[in-house]
C-alpha cells in the first residue's frame, strides 16, 4: 500500500526510565498496549498511552536481587500476556508471572547455560514453549511445565547471538552466530541443523524474519544488512549498506520492502531502509542522545516505532515525525575519471501528459507536481536520473583521408588490467634492474603508461651499478661528473689573461690593462697579450658575458640549487631557492641595479671590469630521487592504483630504507592491495604479498587466515582451549593421538573435518590406500 505524508496519527512520545542504568531490549505483549524493558539494573513494565507510558509493574524491588535480574534480553508470550522470560548475564533464563505478588512473580529459574544467554523468545503458537542462546554456543528449548530444558542444540560455534521463530513454519526457527553463520533448526530435530550457511565475513548480531514473505534479514559487524531468501537454498535478495554495526533490525508491518535498523556502535539514529534502494535510508529518527540498544514496531501500526537507548529513554515515534534524508542530498552529481572522463547526472523531472483541455491542462500538471514532490511517496526507490558521459577524444581518430585512424584494441576494465597486472608483475627472482624492465613491459601491455615511466625511472636511479646506498651529498665539483661543470672547467682553461708574477690577483693593479673578447659557445680563446700566468686552484674566473648568457641576474630564481631551470618562467617562484649558498655570493658581486641615475653620472668607474671573478665556489648538492620517488608514489595511490605503488616498494629492496616515507603509509598500502586481490580471489598473489611484507601486522596476516577450528573426536565440540588437542568437556587429549597406531602425533597432523579423527600423515595414507572408511568410527573419509 502507497505511503503517505502521514500528517495525522500521535506524536512521539518519550520517557526517561531510570537515572541508574539503561535498557538492553525491549518487548511488546499480544495487545501491543505494554511493553517491557530489561537491563542490567532494570526490568520493567509499562503501558503505553495516548500521549504517555504509565509504570505498571518493577519486578526488581526488594533485597535478594542476584545477576538473574541483569537481563540481556526480554521476550513476551505470545498467548499469556503475563508471562515474561529474561536472559541474564550470568545465564540465567527466568519466566516471570506479572499475575502474582512480590518474590513469587520470579516463577521459573532455569540455571543450564554456562555462559552468558544472550536472546531468549517464545514459539509464536505454542505459548509454553521458549527457547534461550547463549555464549557457550548452545541453544536451550524450556517448557515452562517443567523445571529443566526439554531439548539442546549445538550450533558448533562460540556465540549464539540471535534466534527468531519462522512465521511460515512454526517448529522452523533462525540462529545466527559469531562466527558469521547462519542456521535453520527444526524443533524435532535436535541433533542436526536443517540449512547452515556462511551470511557475512564478521559476527552476526541479530536476525527478523518477513511477516509475509520467505526472507530472513541478518545484520553484522560488516555493516551490511543482508536479506535472504530461504525458499529452497538460501540465495542473497538485497544487500543494505549502513555506516555502523548493525545491533536490531526489524521489517516495517504492511510494507514489504522497508526495514528498520539500529547501531550497535557511532551510530545513534534509528534508519527505515527501502531494500529496493539500499544507499540512503528511506527515513530516519534523530531523537536518541546514545546508541540505540532495541527497536520495536507496535503490533501492525507501521506508523509507530518503539525504541530504548543507552541514554536511559524510551522512545515513542511517530513515522510523520521521521527525517527524510532523500530529499536533503543533491539531485545532481559529477565525476572526473583518471583518464580525464567525467559522468554527470542530474533528476529527471517528470510532468503529467497534457489533456484536451486548457483548464484542465494547468490544474492537472499542478497537482501532479505536488504529488511527485511529496516526501513519503512510495516511489522513493524509483527515482529516475540520467547518466552523461563525457569521454576523451582519441588521438587516432580519423581526421580525413590523408590521415586515417589507425586500428585500436577494445580498452580493458579496470578489473581486467588489475587482475592481469597482479598476476604479471614479478616482485623477485631477478636484479633490480631486470624486474624493473619485467614490470614496464606489463604495465605497458596493460596501459598503465605513468607506471611505465616510474618503472623506468626505479631502474635508472636504482638499478645500475652506479647507485650507492645510501646516496652521498657532493661538496665539491671535482668529485662531480656533471656536463655543466666540464664545460665551465674547460672555460677557465681558456678564459684567463696574462698577469705579471707579482701582481695582485684581485685585479686592482693600474698597471694592467685587460681586454676581454666575448666568449663564444665553441669556447674560443680571449685575445689577450703578454704571458699567461695559470689561475689558482682555488678560485674560479668566468666570463660575465657566459654567466649573463645562462644566467639573467634580473631573474635569478632561474638557479636553484646549482642547476639552472630551463622551463616556464610562471614557474620560477614556486621553484626558488633564495637562501643557498649560491645566492649569497653571486648577490655579493652581482651590479646593484637600485643606484639612481645621477651617481652613475658623478662618479662613473674610470674602467669598467670585463671579467667577474668569483673566490669560491659554494658546494652544489647532488639531487637525490628519494623525495621524487615517495611523491610518485603517493600520486599513483591517490589515482586509485596502490597495486604500483606497494610493488615498486617491494621489488626496491633495501633500497627502499631511503625513502622518506612513514611506515603507517605503508601499513594501509599492504592491507588495501591484499584486501583488493582477497576480493578478487587471488589467494597465491596476495599470500606472496604477505610473504614479501617487513611490517609485523602484514606479516601476521597469513597465520591468521590460515587458522582452521578443530574438534574434538570423541563429543565433537570445537578445541577452543589454550593447551592444544586437549578437550574442556572430555577432559583428555584423546583427539591428539592416531588413529592407525594410538600414539600421541608429532609432526604433521592430517584429520578429517567429518569425524574429526585423524593421526600421522604416513599412518594415513598407507590405511586409506587399502580402506576408504575411518579406523575409529566408520566414517566415509575423503582422504586426498
Known amino acids: 500500500m502507497p505511503d503517505t505524508l502521514e500528517d495525522a496519527g500521535p506524536s512521539t512520545v518519550s520517557l526517561r526510565i531510570c537515572m ?20 542490567r539494573s532494570l526490568l520493567k513494565v509499562y503501558s503505553i498511552d495516548a500521549e504517555s507510558f504509565t509504570e505498571v509493574c518493577n519486578m526488581r524491588v526488594g533485597k ?11 521476550a513476551w508470550s505470545t498467548l499469556d500476556s503475563n508471562i515474561l522470560a529474561t536472559a541474564a548475564t550470568n545465564g540465567v533464563v527466568s519466566v516471570w508471572d506479572l499475575s502474582k505478588f512480590g518474590r513469587q512473580k520470579q516463577l521459573l529459574v532455569y540455571n543450564e547455560h554456562e555462559r552468558t544467554a544472550h536472546t531468549v523468545t517464545f514459539h509464536s503458537t505454542e505459548g509454553n514453549i521458549l527457547i534461550s542462546g547463549s555464549q557457550d554456543g548452545t541453544i536451550k528449548c524450556f517448557d515452562i511445565r517443567f523445571d529443566t530444558s526439554v531439548n539442546t542444540y549445538f550450533s558448533n560455534s562460540e556465540s549464539v547471538r540471535d534466534l527468531k521463530f519462522s512465521p511460515h513454519s512454526p517448529n522452523v526457527f533462525s540462529a545466527v552466530s559469531e562466527n558469521g553463520t547462519v542456521q535453520l533448526w527444526d524443533m524435532r530435530k535436535w541433533d542436526k541443523c536443517m540449512v547452515q550457511f556462511t551470511a557475512h565475513s564478521g559476527p552476526i548480531y541479530t536476525c527478523d524474519w518477513h511477516p509475509t514473505r520467505n526472507w530472513l534479514a541478518t545484520g553484522s559487524r560488516d555493516k551490511q544488512i543482508k536479506v535472504w531468501n530461504m525458499d529452497g537454498r538460501a540465495s542473497l535478495e538485497y544487500t543494505i549498506h549502513t555506516i555502523a554495526v548493525v545491533g536490531r533490525v526489524k521489517w516495517r508491518p504492511e510494507r514489504t520492502y522497508h526495514i528498520a535498523s539500529c547501531a550497535l556502535v557511532v551510530d545513534y539514529s534509528i534508519h527505515v531502509w527501502d531494500i529496493r534502494r539500499p544507499y540512503i535510508p528511506f527515513a530516519s529518527f534523530n531523537d536518541h542522545t546514545n546508541v540505540t540498544t532495541d527497536i520495536a514496531w507496535q503490533g501492525s501500526d507501521s506508523h509507530c516505532l518503539l525504541s530504548t537507548s543507552k541514554d536511559s529513554s524510551i522512545y515513542k515515534h511517530a513515522f510523520k515525525d ?66 552523461y558521459m563525457f569521454m576523451l577524444k582519441n588521438v587516432n581518430m580519423d581526421l580525413g583521408p590523408e590521415f586515417p585512424a589507425h586500428d585500436t584494441t577494445t580498452e580493458l576494465r579496470v578489473h581486467e588490467v588489475f587482475i592481469g597486472c597482479a598476476r604479471e608483475l614479478l616482485l623477485s627472482g631477478k636484479k633490480l ?60 682553461a ?52 657566459q654567466i649573463i648568457s645562462e644566467i639573467t641576474f634580473d631573474n635569478f ?95 626496491m629492496g633495501e633500497a627502499r630504507q631511503l625513502l622518506p616515507i612513514e611506515d603507517v603509509v605503508v601499513e594501509h598500502w599492504f592491507h588495501t592491495y591484499v584486501d583488493q586481490l582477497h576480493r578478487y580471489e587471488l589467494w597465491n598473489e596476495a599470500c606472496e604479498v604477505i610473504n614479501r611484507a617487513w611490517v609485523r601486522s602484514v606479516q601476521q596476516l597469513n597465520q591468521q587466515s590460515t587458522v582452521m577450528p578443530t574438534n574434538c573426536g570423541e563429543c565433537g565440540r570445537p578445541l577452543g582451549g589454550a593447551v592444544g588437542w586437549y578437550c574442556d568437556k572430555c577432559k583428555s587429549m584423546q583427539s591428539a593421538k592416531c588413529t592407525v597406531c594410538n600414539l600421541i602425533v608429532r609432526g604433521v597432523y592430517a584429520w578429517c573435518q567429518g569425524c574429526s579423527h585423524g593421526g600421522h600423515i604416513d599412518h594415513l595414507q598407507q590405511y586409506f590406500a587399502k580402506h576408504s572408511k575411518c579406523a575409529k568410527c566408520g566414517h566415509l573419509c575423503a582422504f586426498s
Open 20 to 39: 541508574e542504568g539503561h535498557a538492553n531490549a525491549l518487548a511488546l505483549n499480544k495487545e501491543h498496549n505494554q511493553i517491557a524493558v530489561a537491563g
Open 322 to 387: 521521521a527525517t527524510r534524508p532523500a530529499l536533503k542530498a543533491n539531485a545532481q552529481g559529477a565525476s572526473l575519471g583518471r583518464h580525464g572522463d567525467i559522468s554527470f547526472a542530474n533528476k529527471i523531472k517528470e510532468y503529467a501528459i497534457k489533456s484536451s483541455g486548457l483548464s484542465n491542462t494547468k490544474s492537472t500538471n499542478f497537482i501532479s507536481r505536488r504529488k511527485s514532490n511529496m516526501p513519503g511517496n512510495i516511489q522513493f526507490h524509483l527515482d529516475h536520473s540520467k547518466m
Open 64 to 74: 535478594n536481587q542476584n545477576l538473574s535480574y541483569s537481563s540481556n534480553d526480554v
Open 433 to 492: 634492474a631486470e624486474l624493473c624492465e619485467h614490470n614496464a613491459e606489463v604495465s605497458r601491455k596493460y596501459g598503465k603508461y605513468n607506471a611505465t615511466t616510474l618503472w623506468n625511472f626505479i631502474k635508472l636511479f636504482y638499478g645500475t651499478k652506479h647507485f650507492e646506498p645510501p646516496f652521498e651529498h657532493r661538496s665539491s665539483f671535482s668529485n662531480q661528473k656533471n656536463p655543466i661543470t666540464s664545460r665551465r672547467a674547460a672555460q677557465v
Open 557 to 651: 630564481e632561474l638557479l636553484r640549487n646549482g642547476f639552472i631551470y630551463v622551463g616556464p618562467a610562471d614557474l620560477t617562484k614556486a621553484l626558488a631557492l633564495p637562501d643557498t649558498a649560491l645566492h649569497h655570493d653571486v648577490q655579493a658581486v652581482r651590479s646593484q641595479l637600485d643606484l639612481k641615475a645621477s651617481e652613475h653620472e658623478k662618479s662613473p668607474p674610470p674602467q669598467v671590469p670585463s671579467i667577474l671573478k668569483v673566490s669560491h665556489v659554494p658546494p652544489i648538492p647532488m639531487w637525490e630521487p628519494h623525495q621524487f620517488v615517495v611523491d610518485a608514489l603517493m600520486l599513483q595511490n591517490d589515482v586509485g592504483d596502490v597495486q604500483t605503488a606497494l610493488t615498486i616498494l617491494i621489488v
Open 494 to 545: 681558456s678564459d684567463w689573461t696574462p698577469h705579471d708574477q707579482g701582481q695582485e690577483m684581485n685585479g686592482n693593479s693600474q698597471e694592467t690593462q685587460l681586454e676581454a673578447a666575448d666568449a663564444s659557445d665553441d669556447g674560443d680563446e680571449l685575445a689577450v697579450g703578454g704571458k699567461q700566468n695559470p689561475p689558482p686552484t682555488s678560485s674560479v674566473i668566468l666570463s660575465e658575458t
